[in-house]
């Protein structure tokens, strides 16, 4: 995971997150749909679908939990300041009223 980019991270989150709705979806509409005593193996599609939903759900919450340590890194780093600006260079005029230069 340390590996990952940012974007890699929010997109594999969202990926999961989708994954889980489409397997609750199919879901119920495995049980609404056609469970019933002469459907029994929807009943048992709709399980797996539910189960693969809760799979997936629980990774996207585990994945959350690993991104949000980078976002506060992240912004502590940013409230250390401004980027440094370079000195201007020296002058010879400068250097010789310093008496570095004759």
């Known amino acids: 995971m340390a590996d990952k980019t940012d974007e890699e991270l929010i997109g594999l989150v969202n990926a999961n997150a989708l994954r889980a ?6 879901a119920y509409v495995a049980w609404k749909g056609f469970a ?3 459907w029994a193996i929807f009943g048992y599609v709709a399980a797996c679908c539910a189960v693969g939903g809760a799979i997936r759900t629980v ?3 585990f994945n959350m939990i690993r ?3 980078r ?5 502590r780093f940013k409230s250390k300041g401004v980027d440094p600006k370079a000195d201007a260079m020296a002058q010879s005029s400068d250097l010789k ?3 570095l230069m004759k």
């Open 59 to 61: 990774k996207a919450v």
């Open 21 to 26: 709705c489409g397997g609750f979806g199919m």
């Open 71 to 75: 976002i506060g890194k992240r912004a």
């Open 67 to 69: 991104f949000i340590p």
């Open 36 to 38: 019933g005593p002469e």
């Open 97 to 99: 009223k310093r008496g």
